[in-house]
């Protein structure tokens, strides 16, 4: 174990990611317990208002991740600088992932059903993150010996192939997978062999003639979401907190 965390974690260049993840996912924490105590109405928290505007907290977070942005660009990977810039990154990106929704759909739906997207997008992002934090690299390069390192058409024909198969796993309508498999190149396998989703394109495209086809998605992802969504909606309501009564 301790090998593993200074080959990976502890790697030259590393500490910026690593600082910048626990930022990330401590902002996020921290903002939707205030979030939750001001919408409880406890604790001395509240909203905050300029000239009768609601500040949302994005616009900080912006802010932030532009400062954060630049400040690593200009510090290097190393240094105090570079650490510095790596947090202030990751506050800021926390800060505005958790109003993903709000910038989606450009409404306030904080804490309504659609709202529960700004949760599914930080815990994919901090999931994607803490994978190249341990050694996976987009594309499945990472799989690969010295010798096919070393081969230029090798590396080519990985890359184009494992982003064939998580191109063609969101063309089926399976975006997590499409996105995990970007690191993880058999998840995205996985997307691409098995049926497309109804409405997807690939069953737009593929699936128009072959009633049977149809019915065979349209009744796997049936069973797929009344298998799933339950404990999904359950794990996020934990995380960010219930929604509004529609």
Known sequence: MGDWWQRNIMEPGKLPLLLALTAFVLTFVITRVITRLIRAGKGPFGNVKAGGVHIHHVVPGVVLTVVGGFGAVAGGRHGFGSALAAVVFG???????????????????????????????????????????????????????????????????????????????????????????VIVPVIALIGAVRLARPGSPWARRFYAR?????????????????????????????????????
């Open 91 to 181: 506050v800021g990106a926390g800060l505005v992932l958790d109003e993903f929704a709000l910038i989606l759909h450009l409404d306030d739906v904080y804490w309504s059903e659609a709202g529960r997207k700004s949760v599914e997008v930080v815990v994919l992002t901090a999931a994607l993150v803490g994978l190249v934090l341990a050694g996976f690299t987009p594309f499945g390069v990472d799989g690969m010996s010295q010798d096919e390192l070393q081969d230029r058409a090798n590396v080519i024909a990985t890359v184009a192939g494992n982003f064939f198969f998580s191109l063609l796993a969101l063309a089926k309508g399976k975006a997590r997978l499409a996105i995990f498999g």
């Open 210 to 246: 072959r009633p049977r086809a149809r019915a065979r998605a349209r009744l796997r992802a049936y069973h797929h979401d009344r298998r799933w969504s339950g404990p999904r909606r359950v794990v996020q309501d934990w995380i960010g907190g219930r929604p509004d009564p529609r």
